[in-house]
């Protein structure tokens, strides 16, 4: 079962990243849906307590995240045909990845 993020984003915070014209319903479907994604791939490198829901860059991951489910809902091409289905294919994006664990510093010796 896939949990309901303990706190769902502010469509209103949502829609001043992202210019859509999705409903209040379609929006809230792919952000939850969105924010599933994300905070599954967080977690896994922290305490899920330790995400910084309120933080820009949780924002941006799953913002950036929602237009890309959005996309697959509407795109053509990248379709994978599993037994007369079409399934289009969006996994995580890297700028996600880097908004949610943004890489440590390796210090230079020089």
């Known amino acids: ?3 309901t993020p303990a706190s769902p984003l502010d469509l209103t915070r949502v829609r001043g990243v992202w210019n859509t014209q999705l409903t209040d319903e379609q929006l809230t479907t792919v952000v939850l849906a969105a924010q599933v994604q994300c905070e599954r791939w967080a977690a896994d490198a922290a305490d ?3 995400i910084d829901r309120d933080g820009p860059n949780y924002l ?3 913002t ?3 237009r890309e489910n959005n ?3 509407t795109r053509d091409g990248e379709v994978v045909n599993v037994d007369g289905y079409a399934v289009r294919v ?3 994006l890297d700028a ?3 908004q949610l664990r943004p890489p440590t510093p390796v210090p230079a010796v020089g």
């Open 96 to 98: 996600v990845k880097m």
């Open 71 to 73: 996309s697959a809902t």
């Open 48 to 50: 899920p307590d330790a």
């Open 60 to 62: 941006l991951a799953v």
């Open 1 to 3: 079962m896939i949990p």
């Open 64 to 66: 950036w995240q929602a």
């Open 90 to 92: 969006r996994p995580l």
